[in-house]
């Protein structure tokens, strides 16, 4: 009898949250800088916190649901089995949005910021190079994107000090121009804007959910994954405080001419030439590390949907050398190649719809596995288990709300076509039931 093939259990805390903060990219502080600027009003910190304060409740959500169903699979398989598995299905295809367009995103910029500063090199040479980097990284192993995951975002962290400490010197050199307050209550900005910018800032913690599809690759789950949530968001939490409330300090007047390439811009007037081209290089990696693990966590999502034949067999199957889920790695490299023709602005538009979803439904999982099945219903309970989650989900849904038209339209669509491929499937099913139940009555 051969031995079953499964994944390697090699991921230690420390991978799980790198490879967390690879999929976020620290660095989405500066490449979406004008965005989220111009959102707040200039009231960038205020945003951030206001943020950091809803998504904690969600990230919350996620680690006890991971305590509960330490296996990977993420929204799909907490859905599953603390609701229902039909509404898994459907939550499980919309956070193929994410995961999905998450990979076509990261090879999209890799091309895009490689052709700005190689323009005699077209930007398909670019994502189809870096597509094959990740889809070999990726098919050798997990632990072997981890580390090199590790080295990335110890570099994007570095540029993050580095940055902060000029800064520092700045304010000591030069004084500061605009107070202690980190809240200022001249800026004229209402709360309102405040709040609508805090709502888009949410948006650079997207990536912490990830890791729980990496479950089963990782040594003691049940701890590890919650750990490394916590970890991750507050680690993003803390670089964003500080750089916002540095650069509000010292150029609390600062004005870009492009939205998009604000953060560029930013560099140039603090450090020059030099200082905008370390940062061009940084991005570069940021992305390239992005890609890597946005493809684990799709490709693991894949097999766990195929364990459940909801795919087809092949999407359960693993490599019997490397123990990695080939099939789903060559089949995704080949869908990221569609960023040689799609815009990355409906990327991005599919990535929030996806997201958001699964979020919402995380949180409700919550309440339905330990409040509603568990009848887990102490005070400490309650305020976790039912309080925050609730929270959270009622901030989501409203962020939801804020959702373009576009966005909702596209989201709708590729749901719709889950359900029809959910129907067919079941219906295929059904029939060889039907068959195998008959055949005995047959050879009778």
Request: charged residues 10%; aromatic residues 12%; proline residues 3%.
């Amino acid at each position: 009898m051969s031995k079953e093939i499964t994944l390697k259990r090699d991921l230690s805390l420390s991978h799980v949250v790198t490879m967390g903060l690879a999929w976020m990219s620290p660095m989405i502080f500066f490449t979406s800088f004008g965005v989220l600027h111009e959102g707040a009003g200039g009231m960038l910190l205020a945003a951030y916190v206001l943020a950091f304060v809803a998504i904690i409740f969600t990230a919350l959500s996620y680690g006890q649901m991971a305590k509960a169903f330490p296996v990977s699979g993420s929204a799909y398989t907490y859905v599953s089995k603390a609701i229902n598995p039909f509404l898994g299905f459907v939550v499980g295809w919309a956070i193929l949005l994410d995961y999905l367009f998450s990979c076509i995103v990261a090879v999209l910029m890799f091309g895009v910021n490689l052709h700005a500063q190689f323009s005699s090199v077209p930007s398909a040479v670019w994502i189809v190079l870096l597509t094959l980097i990740v889809m070999v990284i990726n098919i050798i192993g997990i632990k072997t994107s981890a580390n090199i995951n590790k080295i990335f975002v110890l570099l994007q962290l570095l540029f993050i000090a580095g940055f902060c400490g000029m800064l520092v010197y700045k304010a000591v050199a030069g004084g500061v121009s605009a107070g202690l307050n980190p809240f200022p209550a001249s800026s004229g900005v209402s709360f309102s804007t405040i709040l609508a910018g805090a709502s888009l800032v949410c948006f650079s913690f997207l990536g912490f959910d990830s890791i729980t599809t990496m479950a089963e690759e990782t040594k003691d789950p049940k701890k590890t994954i919650p750990r490394a949530i916590f970890i991750i968001v507050v680690t993003a939490g803390l670089l964003y405080f500080i750089t916002a409330y540095l650069i509000q300090q010292i150029y609390p007047n600062f004005a870009y001419t492009h939205v998009d390439s604000a953060g560029y811009e930013l560099m140039q007037s603090i450090g020059g030439g030099l200082l905008a081209g370390i940062f061009t290089f940084v991005i570069i990696f940021s992305v390239l590390s992005q890609g890597m693990s946005s493809m684990t966590t799709v490709t693991r999502l894949l097999l766990v949907m195929g364990r459940t034949s909801l795919l087809p067999k092949p999407f359960a199957s693993l490599h019997a050398k490397y123990r990695t889920p080939v099939f789903n790695i060559l089949l995704m490299s080949l869908i990221s190649l569609s960023a040689l023709f799609i815009s990355l602005e409906t990327a991005i538009k599919f990535v929030s719809f996806g997201a958001l979803t699964a979020f919402l439904f995380v949180n409700i999982s919550v309440i339905a596995h330990y409040i509603v099945r568990e009848k887990q219903r102490a005070p400490r309970d309650l305020l976790i288990r039912l309080v925050c989650p609730l929270f959270g989900s009622l901030f989501v849904l409203y962020l939801i709300t804020l959702l373009g038209r576009s966005s909702l339209l596209l989201g709708t669509g590729w749901l719709i076509v889950g359900l029809v491929y959910y129907a067919v499937r079941r219906v295929k099913f059904s029939s060889l039931d039907k068959a195998a139940a008959a055949a005995p009555e047959r050879s009778v």
